[in-house]
């Protein structure tokens, strides 16, 4: 069976969706569909399918689909997805979404209210933890090879100079790390405490440092910037993660180049690069995309998909309570 997917938003990242799908033997794109004609043609033409101006004349258009990616952007990078997604949704399409899932609550919440009143598939392309490295990492938690996990910590960096808004690195970058923390926690935020910086010459918000406590007594520290992305093209590296337990640690670089494993009772670490043949972020997007083809071509139950919606509004409101955290000067319980 082939997983037929339309496309709504082609610009870089829904092209990279696109190619994704392309690559994937078990799924095939009909539709692309963007509200800028000529990214809408220029989609049609380089994944030979048809090219839609609005999602309204593709669900008009009588063409079979399956499923559909919304790779908008939009305020905050989020402000985009809301119109899209609530379409498809009402329309009984199992949806793909990008991060952050919104940059509002309310417009998060509601998304995520429809999917499950239609009882449908709603994933977010929360990349970072499908990959070979940091499956092989989970896999060491849960069969017990950490001990118990005490605490989380991730640096999560990347340049980008966009002055938007107040909290435009906070909402739209740091859906990854949460999420990526929230999967080695095992557990939800309790509490969260942050402070911000304003980096050289900027009016936003553009580096973090959260404490976080969650539930299961886990504590966690992220380290954030859009001011980072060191060396001449981002040659050293983009996020760190180490999980430190009772009876060992592992560190996780670059979300795949990296994974090491040290013991704490004897020396015989583990270290793997590039496991599993992934060797770049850029490769990250293939293996979360193969995971939502294979979710829905098994036709898993709509609250059992990996990296849901209803699992990027967790970490959304984790990064609205650091917000009133800052603000308020307070600790502040989720
Ligand atoms: N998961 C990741 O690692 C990752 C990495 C980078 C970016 N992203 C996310 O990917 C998303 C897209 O990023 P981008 O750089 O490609 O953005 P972009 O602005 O270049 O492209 C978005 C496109 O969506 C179109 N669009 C907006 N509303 C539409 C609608 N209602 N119907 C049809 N088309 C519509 C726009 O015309 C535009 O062409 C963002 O949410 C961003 O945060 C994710």
Redesign the pocket.
């Known amino acids: 069976m082939t997983l037929r997917v339309a496309i709504?938003?082609?610009?870089?990242?829904?092209?990279?969706h696109a190619r994704c799908y392309t690559q994937n033997p078990d799924a095939q794109v009909v539709a692309v569909?963007?509200?800028?004609q000529e990214?809408?043609d220029k989609g049609a033409e380089a994944f030979a399918c048809q090219g839609?101006?609005?999602?309204e004349s593709l669900l008009n258009s009588g063409i079979e689909f399956d499923a559909a990616s919304?790779?908008?952007?939009?305020e905050e990078?989020?402000g985009?997805?809301y119109?899209?997604t609530m379409?498809l949704l009402r329309a009984g399409y199992p949806v793909l979404?990008?991060?952050?899932i919104s940059n509002n609550i309310a417009e998060a919440d509601a998304m995520v209210a429809l999917a499950r009143e239609k009882n449908l598939r709603y994933g977010i392309?929360?990349?970072?933890r499908f990959t070979p490295a940091a499956v092989l990492a989970k896999e060491w938690i849960l069969r017990g090879r950490l001990g118990d996990i005490n605490m989380i910590d991730m640096t999560m960096w990347i340049n980008n100079p966009n002055e938007t808004s107040p909290h435009f690195h906070a909402r739209?970058l740091h859906p990854?790390s949460l999420d990526v923390m929230r999967f080695f926690a095992g557990s939800e935020v309790k509490q969260v405490q942050a402070f911000f910086k304003q980096g050289k010459g900027r009016a936003t918000w553009s580096n973090m440092q959260l404490n976080l406590l969650y539930e299961n007594g886990v504590i966690g520290h992220l380290r954030g910037s859009y001011d980072g992305n060191f060396g001449a093209a981002g040659t050293y590296g983009l996020e760190t993660l180490e999980t430190v337990g009772s009876d060992g640690r592992f560190v996780l670089r670059d979300a795949c180049e990296e994974l090491t494993f040290y013991p704490r009772f004897d020396d015989k670490l583990e270290r793997h690069e590039n496991y599993g043949g992934m060797s770049h972020?850029s490769q990250?997007?293939q293996s979360?995309i193969s995971h939502w083809v294979d979710q829905n071509l098994a036709r898993v139950a709509p609250d059992k998909i990996d990296a849901s919606g209803e699992d990027a509004l967790r970490v959304q409101r984790v990064i609205e309570a650091a917000i009133e955290s800052w603000d308020k000067g307070k600790v502040v319980a989720l």
């Open positions: 709504i938003g082609m610009g870089a990242i829904g092209a990279n569909c963007d509200i800028l990214r809408s839609f101006y609005s999602v919304v790779t908008t952007a939009g990078n989020g985009d997805h119109a899209p379409q979404g990008e991060k952050p392309n929360l990349n970072h739209a990854h972020f990250t997007f979360r």
